[in-house]
């Protein structure tokens, strides 16, 4: 059996964690969210070795996700990200600055996001 | 200002501002602060250089709505010497001089866009090249701009550019009005009370009562806490609260009473067929005064045109200012002086 991943989803609509959240918890993730940067950060600061990896949007308030995403490569570097950005937003580029692993732009096919993180996180592992 | 005070209030905003700086004074990513005039941005800005590894280099601040486009720019990135007619001397950059520090860029949003331009592409590449130079520098400077503009609003209208401000806005810090978080307001008192008694040669600041706290926290505040502190300097100086609050209650206020007086007026001119004449009755001729009909009629027109732009802007007051042409400041000192009022929802 496929050990249990721990991801972190971090996104400013209700609509969207409570989506993700419960998709992944069905696919046997373990899944912690928070609807803003600085409650991301904070959750990663309380219990910063237990994830494999983070989803976040990028245009969020306090801290957006080209921030949560520079904090976490430079704090957390053994933690995978993949940012989420907005259709017709143009911080792309910057979420690559920052370094992310992934960028995806919405509308975001689930199944495909699935087979994505498992992708990324196995192919980290070996 | 290498010491800049702290940061003041009980308020969850102000708490949750205090808890966001500390999560982020150590990562160096750009920042924008944001706020109505008068709420404390550079306090803010300095905070963070203060709990920052960069504490003790320089903090460096530009505010790029004071200066005219070409004097914004040598401002920021210097010139070398010959680089115009009447450039004799090399001069250093405000880049140059903040490095290794913070460059705090206040007003941002009144940057004008061919700056913006430059300012992009030096944050993109971490370089920078001074007016008439050949050669481009590196810099190191810890970026944090502030505005008491909507950037998103000045995107749309095409006065800022997108790219730059998601370059910027990798950090946003917004500090709410002072009208919206009246319990920071006897924290505030306390704390300038102190600072201005051993300022003010010992002269301490009557504590306001319960009434008057009360009348503090219906104020509008326009100023925020910048409002407060003057506010705080006069009680000292006259040592009374009342005669202070008589004179900015009215027509901010959402007490009763005020609200009543200045329906009255708003009745009573055009009722009048002599509505120049202060409460719409002619004077006698010892005080007729030509400046003084000359002023009450100004005052009419003016506060019906500045109401009504108020109205069709929702009460966006950055952009109402922008649509009649006065500078912001202008615009609060007017909504106050000609006692207009905000909608009642």
């Known amino acids: 059996m496929q050990k249990k991943y721990k991801i972190l989803i971090i996104d400013d609509s209700e609509e ?15 899944v912690a969210t928070a609807s803003n940067g600085l409650d991301g950060l904070k959750i990663l600061q309380t219990e910063p070795s237990d994830f494999d990896l983070i989803i976040t949007d990028i245009v969020m308030p306090n801290i957006s996700g080209v921030g949560i995403i520079s904090i976490v490569k430079k704090k957390f570097p053994e933690i995978l990200i993949i940012a989420i950005t907005g259709w017709g937003e143009h911080p792309e580029m910057l979420a690559s600055e920052a370094a992310a692993d992934l960028v995806l732009e919405k509308p975001i096919d689930l199944m495909e996001l699935d087979k994505r993180i498992i992708d990324l996180i196995q192919s980290k592992t070996n | 200002m290498q010491n ?9 905003a102000i708490v949750r501002v205090s808890d966001l700086i500390n999560h982020v004074a150590d990562t160096g990513l750009n920042i924008v602060i944001s706020g109505e005039t008068g709420v404390g941005k550079e306090v803010i800005a300095q905070n963070l250089y203060q709990k920052s590894p960069r504490k003790g280099k320089p903090f460096v601040k530009v505010n790029c709505a004071a200066l005219p486009e070409g004097l914004l720019e040598s401002e920021l990135y210097g010139y070398e010497r010959g680089a115009f007619t009447g450039a004799e001397q090399k001069k250093r950059g405000k880049f140059e001089l903040a490095n290794g520090g913070v460059l705090f860029l206040d007003e941002i949003g009144d940057m004008p866009i ?18 008439g130079s050949e050669k481009e520098f590196k810099t190191d400077t810890w970026l944090i701009a502030a505005t008491n503009h909507n950037l998103e609003d000045e995107i749309k209208k095409q006065k800022f550019r997108e790219d730059l401000y998601y370059r910027l806005n990798i950090i946003k810090i917004y500090i709410p009005p002072l009208r919206e978080r009246t319990e920071d307001i006897p924290h505030l008192i306390n704390y300038y009370s102190q600072l201005y008694t051993s300022q003010f040669n010992n002269r301490s600041i009557l504590q306001p009562s319960s009434r008057i706290l009360q009348k503090l926290s219906e104020y509008y505040w326009p100023g925020n806490v910048r409002e407060l502190q003057n506010v705080l300097k006069r009680v000292l100086v006259l040592g009374s609260w009342d005669d202070i609050i008589d004179g900015f209650d009215y027509g901010y206020g959402s007490s ?20 120049i004449f202060k409460n719409g009755q002619a004077p006698d001729l010892e005080s007729f005064s030509l400046k003084e009909i000359k002023k009450n009629a100004l005052d009419k027109v003016e506060k019906e045109a500045i109401s009504y732009i108020l109205e069709k802007t929702g009460w966006n007051r950055s952009r109402a200012s922008k649509i009649l042409k006065i500078s912001y400041k202008t615009l609060l000192y007017k909504i106050s002086e000609l006692g207009i009022l905000p909608p009642t929802t």
């Open chain 2, 114 to 131: 061919l700056l913006q331009s430059k300012l992009l592409h030096v944050l993109q590449s971490g370089e920078f090249a001074p007016l």
């Open chain 2, 256 to 275: 009763n009473d005020v609200r009543q007086k200045s329906e009255q007026v708003q009745t009573q001119i055009p009722s009048s067929n002599n509505s």
């Open chain 1, 16 to 30: 969207i964690l409570n989506t993700y959240k419960k998709f992944f918890t069905k696919k046997n993730y373990s």
């Open chain 2, 4 to 12: 800049g005070p702290p940061i003041i209030g009980v308020s969850p």
